[in-house]
């Protein structure tokens, strides 16, 4: 069965303090792995998506990394408006998206 | 440009009563998408368009459910009869091709009472 799991559920970081989010995944057939993030109140805001293992993409302090089993969203000096829930989605063969139930990151001051 | 609308922004409706709700995506998607999400859950898939047509109705969880698109833009999702089960945030997504990333609206939150 396709199934997407995220960890830690949450993670309270001090502002500076780098981390690493974690998607790991079973599907028949990758297609490709979505990042989104999503503020309260808000639908989710797309950022990454990696195709194939070893594939890196990059975005201000957001790095997303994808090996065949999971993918990393590494965070770098984090910020407090970095704060959101991260969510991890990945797409088989029939292409419907199998979401994560996410990562809520709070970065305080 | 603009991104994906949706209406209403809440809506709060006796149970029984019925509700719709509407989509209007990017300009030029011609993919659909609608999502339901609960309180810390993941993104429920509903119903998938591409075009008028909806290829993928696997995630509809009753026959009170239905959707609709016309003109290759504008999509209604219909829920009859509503539960209170039905409460949660129903979301909206398009984009431009099965395969490419899927641009959300902020979502209709819906209570019954």
């Known amino acids: 069965e396709d199934q997407v799991t995220q960890s830690p559920e949450a993670l309270r970081l001090q502002e500076g303090e780098s981390s690493s989010l974690n998607c790991s995944y079973t599907?028949?057939?990758?297609?490709?792995l979505f990042w989104y993030r999503q503020d309260p109140g808000k639908g989710p805001e797309f950022l990454f998506t990696?195709?194939?293992?070893?594939e890196e993409k990059e975005k201000e302090r957001l790095k997303a990394t994808l090996t065949k089993k999971e993918s990393f969203l590494h965070i770098t000096a984090p910020k407090p408006e970095d704060s959101a829930t991260y969510l991890c989605?990945?797409?088989?063969?029939?292409?419907?998206?199998?979401w994560g139930a996410g990562t809520k990151l709070i970065i305080k001051p | 440009g603009a991104g994906v609308s949706q209406s209403p922004s809440n809506k709060v409706t006796e149970k029984g009563k019925d509700v719709e709700l509407r989509c209007d995506p990017i300009s030029g998607h011609t993919a659909l998408y609608w999502y339901r999400q609960s309180l810390g859950q993941g993104l429920e898939f509903l119903i998938y368009f591409q075009g008028n047509s909806a290829p993928d109705k696997s995630g509809l969880p009753s026959d009170r459910f239905s959707a609709e698109r016309t003109g290759g833009s504008v999509s209604t999702l219909t829920i009859q009869r509503t539960q209170q089960e039905d409460s949660a945030v129903y979301l909206c997504?398009?984009?431009?091709?099965?395969?490419?990333?899927?641009?959300f609206g902020d979502g209709t939150r819906l209570s019954i009472l």
């Open positions: 989605a990945v797409q088989p063969i029939n292409y419907q998206l199998i």
């Open positions: 997504a398009s984009s431009s091709g099965a395969d490419q990333p899927q641009h």
């Open positions: 990696l195709y194939s293992a070893g």
């Open positions: 599907v028949s057939g990758l297609r490709g």
